[in-house]
């Protein structure tokens, strides 16, 4: 009896040996946070750390991943970029977007996101390009970049991550992100295809793209803004009607828009004047935040009740005093190198190519459309920087060179039986939808639409354009 005992012993001794093999295998201890400072106790696990790309240059990039909050081992995986270029997606778009977490306003604790796109996928961020957030090189050319080396180093970073969270090397991914993005996601996507094509062993289980108010097409982004600013009463009819008439963004470069008549750029100036820099062109509808403000009620300790409902105006600053405690970055294993200089949402470090905003994504996005890779854009409607009356035509464009016919006419799509924007599809593989009240960062300014629409993208389906289905959601 003695010796079936011990026999047994050593058998359940042998699986619990192969178990924590297998997790190590599959989840990076290393890498494991095991709880942030002020975080409530979640069910679900956490990850942060460093991918390397150049051991000799000393080039990494940082990385947050949560796990989805239910059946992570069944759920996708997800990718969010934000944009800039050069603005942080790892404690960035994570923690004031998407993410499980957001700060309560004290500047030392989080409260739960409750419609976090974690509930229907596994997420994760990263800080790209070298020189956002706690992404870092040690030699300094690196810190001169443009789309493509970030394309490049996001695939040698992906192919890192996969190696070190191997079973999801065969889960479905999905690319998504926001802004500038709109240059990150498709390329990322085409060297993902391409890559794939050369592979003969790993291949990238790529499903779809969804990309946020994004920075497609230089001429048409920019015209749409100032289109934006006179329907919405932002400045008088005879500037709307001087830069409609004179300003010529056909030709419209990013860095030297020298084709600009004298006409146009008073014309533009008086824009900026009339718009004044009390006006958050990121969401129109927001107040803006004063910091002064918020350090005084953070000494005397009222903001964590004033920030618990509707939209807080001071969460990027209050961001800002998180993420740079240091008991913060121990716990995401953040900052190994001690950078000298504190963490910010956009860095001032990039040298980042003006040239590059001025390529045209369409033809990107065509590839990836070609290679039967469902296409989502989606615009909050409250954005000025990167407004839908831009994006929209300019998806409309997409289609017609694809030579797509509408497959779902343009109208409103439901959310718990309200009106959660419209949408249109093209040839069964392409969408645009607006988020009705939703501004550039639409999974904060309208997060339960947010939420319905991602998951709607994930499954492949369209998003409701009747009450009664909506019902369900």
């Excluded at 004031?96 to 500047?107: A, I, K, Q, R, S």
């Excluded at 004044?276 to 990121?282: L, S």
């Excluded at 618990?308 to 800002?320: A, K, L, N």
């Excluded at 409607?381 to 409309?396: A, I």
Aim: net charge negative.
């Amino acid at each position: 009896m003695a010796a079936v005992s011990l026999r047994n012993v050593v058998v359940v001794m042998a699986v619990v040996l192969v178990t924590v093999q297998v997790f190590a295998q599959g989840y990076p201890e290393a890498d494991l946070v095991v709880r942030l400072p002020g975080q409530l106790k979640v069910a679900f696990r956490q990850y942060a750390g460093y991918v390397d790309l150049d051991m000799n240059a000393g080039r990494s990039l940082f990385y947050y991943f949560v796990e989805a909050e239910e059946h992570p081992d069944t759920k996708p995986l997800t990718l969010w970029l934000n944009g800039g270029p050069g603005c942080s997606s790892g404690c960035g778009g994570a923690f004031t977007e998407l993410g499980p977490f957001y700060p309560t306003g004290d500047g030392g604790g989080l409260r739960v996101n409750s419609m976090s796109w974690n509930k229907a996928s596994n997420l994760l961020f990263v800080e790209s390009p070298v020189g956002v957030g706690w992404s870092y090189s040690n030699r300094s050319s690196d810190y001169n970049t443009g789309d493509k080396s970030t394309a490049s180093d996001m695939l040698v970073f992906l192919l890192g991550w996969f190696d070190k969270f191997p079973e999801f090397k065969s889960r479905d991914f999905f690319l998504t992100g926001e802004n500038y993005a709109g240059h990150y996601i498709p390329q990322l996507a085409d060297a993902i295809l391409s890559y794939n094509s050369r592979s003969s062993g790993f291949k990238f289980n790529i499903k779809g793209i969804a990309i946020g108010n994004p920075f497609l097409k230089l001429d048409r982004d920019v015209r749409a803004a100032f289109e934006f600013f006179w329907s919405h009463g932002m400045i008088s009819d005879e500037v709307g009607h001087t830069i409609m008439s004179q300003c010529d963004f056909l030709d419209y470069t990013y860095i030297y828009p020298h084709n600009l008549s004298v006409a146009c750029n008073d014309a533009i100036r008086e824009a900026g004047n009339s718009i004044t820099e009390y006006v958050n062109n990121y969401d129109f509808l927001l107040d803006i935040c004063y910091p002064s403000i918020v350090l005084k009620e953070l000494r005397l300790k009222q903001m964590a009740t004033k920030m618990s409902m509707g939209v807080d105006v001071c969460m990027t600053y209050e961001r800002q005093l998180y993420f740079n405690l240091p008991e913060v970055q121990m716990a995401l294993h953040a900052n190994r190198t001690h950078l000298p200089y504190s963490w910010s949402m956009c860095s001032n470090l990039l040298n980042y190519s003006g040239i590059d905003a001025n390529i045209n994504m369409l033809p990107t996005l065509k590839r990836v459309i070609q290679n039967k890779i469902p296409v989502w854009i989606f615009s909050g409607d409250q954005d000025s920087v990167v407004p839908f009356l831009g994006t929209r035509t300019v998806v409309r464009e997409l289609a017609n060179d694809l030579n797509f016919k509408t497959t779902v006419p343009y109208g409103v799509w439901f959310h718990k039986r309200q009106v959660g924007g419209w949408a249109i599809e093209y040839g069964n593989i392409l969408t645009f939808a607006t988020v009705r009240g939703a501004a550039h960062a639409v999974a904060n300014t309208q997060p339960s639409q947010a939420l319905h629409l991602f998951s709607t993208f994930l499954r492949g389906h369209r998003l409701p354009n009747k009450t009664d289905i909506a019902m369900h959601d």
